[in-house]
């Protein structure tokens, strides 16, 4: 790892860096060349001698200003990689630390007690020694000892000789009086005397070794008497954080701050018992009461910790704090989030985790405790529960409204709550939906306000795909309203809802479409635009962060809103594929666009009036009654408008030029392509152009229709006739043309010299350019 890192360093230096002067590896042969260039490079580091200071400043003398600007930009980089690299590491053998850190603790507990043991056996020893050096004294030496008895028995004891003699009694008192403080103080003076005494020898071996014992007794008696105390429940505050330090000061660090711990785990305990959900609280009283409880309880346990043992047991402090987190959290999700969950609550499910995110940031502040994760991770499931819940409500409530909506495009109600209703105008102009639409967009504004808060828990993408699945839910509705869809399948995700009132009319039809683009572009969007990531101030580093996460965050807003265009198109193409059938087909099944009306002219020629196919003339004035229709209701968005009759145009002229049944008849069928029928073919080609010019006709169909025609040219020429010399002049197809569009738009619509619309996909196509249609055809 260290290797890896290493070389990724070196590949982000500056340039003209080179990092910690290591050189760069030429090739495979060079390797080991470089492996000794390596190891002399190093050499200086590894020196007692080396001056880290001394060393850049020799390295910076050579450097202008902005070279070491990039070289403490990359320091600085490596500093943050490294810190990076550390807590990966922590955290990745935390379980080992903490099971590393108690082990060694235990050991230090066991280490004291063999100490104490020892202590006991040495005094026992020096005592049975003495004893046996007393019996083997010489019978002559009697009479000495007995001068020597009578000497001591006649002189005063020594003052150390009697406060070695009131030692245990001294205990005793200030034990009974709980006077910690100079009973630790007295047991340091013995132990004192104890060292003291061994190495002078002013104490016999039998009352050094009474002393001895007398310390260990004692010692056990206050060590006992402190965790008593410690675990009462009327102990806190400066009295629990006397007793750890005095157990401390004994030698039982360990059983010193576990004791600390678990008398503030006692008193969080009985401060819990009188905080109990109600049935007619939401959630929020109860989580706030409990997190002020919990977060004060680990606040002062911090807090007395680092006072008596500073970072000592840090570890077993965070141990013990994540536990008491998690307790927490099971509390808030069995006694407020659950019942929130399960009904869809997410605003109040978003408000209990907001309020106890809220007290742990506070704990947080200072800097040395991070539980913020622990909460969000065990709060993460019974939120996404209610999420998921809440859009299921918007989803069943829809499909309800769906079954009733007659599809006539209203303003938004007056009477709704300013939070939803549409307060905006899409291009200035107030939007119309019908009110299956409109009161799906009011879900969904209300929605976004509940899941705004939420985005700490990293909810945003899963939020927007759980809405786009809704949104294609209505999208399935607004297919099956057509009438063509009743027995077909939705192309969409889910079950589709075949409880939906049928539009009837174009206009209703063309509402369909006019819900589904006006959601998916400008409203949705404008309401997810809620979920943009909220951070609190900070310095230079949060500034970066929110940079990115708002780059990130306008990048799946855009895909977003892809996705939904995406469900928006497949409406649409449903609209066109409906409307081009009822024209191809009559309700008895019959093809009005077949190759034999065009081979059949020629054997009825009597009479002939010239005019384009009726199928076309009617596809003429679909699109001109739904373009009447759209321009009002699509108020702003008239490309989409124009698009959508575009496409309808070239759903109709790709089935034509994709009917294989229609081209084998024409190219090899029995009767041939003859001249009436290639001039009506020409004709109706020729109105397609002139009728679809800059309003219904893309450029890609447009070309289309020219391949169409080349290929009926084609095929009538491989019969040995030419065509030039049988169709009219171009003039005469235009005037015929002409006539038949002024006919069916009531005289008011002109080509070649006419309006166009100047922002349509076509509009630089010239009406003229039909004229090129049978030399290109020729070539």
């Not at 007995?146 to 004891?157: A, L």
């Not at 505050?237 to 711990?261: F, I, W």
């Not at 400008?522 to 940079?547: F, I, N, T, V, W």
């Not at 002139?690 to 070309?703: I, T, Y």
Request: overall charge negative.
């Amino acid at each position: 790892m260290a290797s890896a890192k290493s070389s990724r360093s070196r590949a982000s230096a500056p340039s003209g860096q080179v990092a910690a002067g290591v050189p760069h590896a030429n090739g495979g042969g060079a390797g080991q060349e470089a492996g000794v260039l390596l190891a002399d490079k190093l050499k200086i580091f590894k020196s007692d001698n080396f001056d880290p200071g001394a060393y850049v400043q020799s390295k910076c003398q050579s450097m202008n200003e902005k070279e070491i600007k990039q070289l403490c930009n990359y320091l600085q980089d490596l500093k943050r990689a490294s810190a990076e690299e550390m807590r990966k590491s922590v955290y990745a053998n935390y379980a080992a630390f903490i099971r590393t850190s108690k082990e060694i603790s235990d050991l230090e507990g066991e280490l004291l007690s063999i100490k104490n043991l020892l202590g006991a056996q040495t005094g026992l020893i020096h005592g049975l020694a003495e004893g046996v050096n007393i019996d083997s004294l010489s019978a002559g030496s009697e009479s000495i000892r007995e001068n020597d008895i009578s000497n001591v028995e006649d002189r005063e004891p020594s003052d150390l000789e009697k406060w070695v003699e009131e030692f245990p009694d001294m205990l005793e008192v200030l034990l009974a009086e709980r006077r910690v403080d100079e009973a630790l103080d007295a047991l340091d003076e013995a132990e004192r005397v104890v060292t003291d005494a061994k190495q002078k020898q002013t104490v016999g071996t039998a009352e050094l070794s009474s002393l001895q014992n007398a310390i260990c007794e004692h010692r056990q008696k206050l060590v006992d008497q402190l965790a008593e105390a410690a675990c009462q429940s009327s102990t806190h505050g400066v009295e629990l954080r006397a007793a750890a330090a005095a157990l401390k000061r004994l030698g039982d660090g360990p059983r010193a701050h576990s004791l600390l711990l678990s008398a503030h785990y006692q008193r969080l305990q009985y401060n819990m018992q009188v905080i109990h959900p109600t049935s007619t609280s939401y959630g929020g009283a109860y989580t706030a009461a409990l997190s002020q409880q919990v977060f004060s309880a680990i606040g002062q346990a911090l807090n007395d910790s680092q006072a008596v043992f500073g970072d000592e047991y840090a570890s077993e402090l965070v141990v013990w704090s994540t536990k008491q987190a998690e307790a927490f959290s099971h509390l808030v999700k069995r006694n407020a989030l659950a019942s929130s969950a399960a009904a869809g609550g997410l605003r109040a499910a978003a408000e209990c985790v907001q309020i106890a995110i809220g007290h742990c940031s506070m704990l947080e502040a200072r800097g040395r405790l991070s539980l913020s994760s622990v909460l969000l991770k065990l709060f993460r499931p019974s939120v996404e529960q209610a999420l998921n819940a809440n859009l299921k409500r918007i989803e069943e409530s829809t499909a309800a409204l769906a079954a009733a909506d007659d599809w006539v495009l209203t303003y938004p109600p007056t009477g709704a709550r300013p939070s939803n209703k549409i307060s905006s105008t899409v291009g200035g102009i107030q939007p119309k939906l019908s009110s299956s639409a409109h009161r799906f967009y009011s879900m969904v504004q209300d929605f976004f306000e509940d899941v705004g808060p939420l985005l700490s828990m990293q909810l945003g993408g899963s939020t927007m795909d759980g809405l786009l699945k809704v949104f294609n839910s209505y999208i399935s509705l607004l297919i099956n309203a057509l009438p063509s869809s009743i027995e077909e399948e939705a192309n969409l995700d889910g079950p589709v809802n075949k409880l939906v009132r049928i539009a009837e009319t174009e206009t209703q039809q063309l509402g369909l479409l006019a819900n589904a683009s006006l959601l998916a572009e400008e409203l949705l969007p404008r309401a997810a635009m809620k979920l943009s990531p909220m951070y609190q101030a900070g310095g230079m580093d949060d500034s970066r962060r929110r940079g990115s996460d708002r780059n990130t965050r306008v990048l799946e807003q855009r895909e977003w809103k892809k996705k939904l265009q995406r469900s928006v198109d497949k409406l649409r193409d449903s609209f066109c594929r409906q409307h081009a059938l009822d024209l191809i087909f009559t309700e008895d099944g019959d093809n009005n666009l077949s190759a034999e009306m065009y081979i059949s002219m020629d054997l009825n020629s009597d009479e002939l009036e010239w005019a384009p196919s009726p199928i076309f003339q009617e596809l003429y004035a679909k699109l001109n009654r739904m373009a009447s229709v759209a321009s009002d209701m699509f108020v702003g968005r008239e490309r989409f408008a124009t698009l959508l009759m575009m496409r309808l145009t070239e759903t109709v002229i790709l089935w034509l030029s994709e009917d294989q049944s229609f081209w084998e008849e024409i190219e090899e069928g029995a009767r041939p392509l003859g001249p009436l029928g290639l001039q009506q073919f020409y004709l109706d080609m020729q109105f397609i152009i002139l009728s679809g010019q800059g309003r219904f006709l893309s450029r890609n169909v447009h070309q289309v229709v020219i391949d169409i025609i080349e290929r009926a040219m084609a095929a009538f020429s491989a019969t040995g006739m030419d065509p030039d010399s049988t169709l009219p002049n171009d003039d005469w197809f235009f005037e015929v043309a002409q006539e038949t569009i002024s006919r069916i738009s009531g005289g008011k619509t002109r080509f070649g010299n006419g309006e166009r619309e100047t922002n349509s996909p076509t509009a630089s196509i010239s009406a003229q350019s039909i004229s090129s249609f049978r030399s290109h055809g020729s070539l």
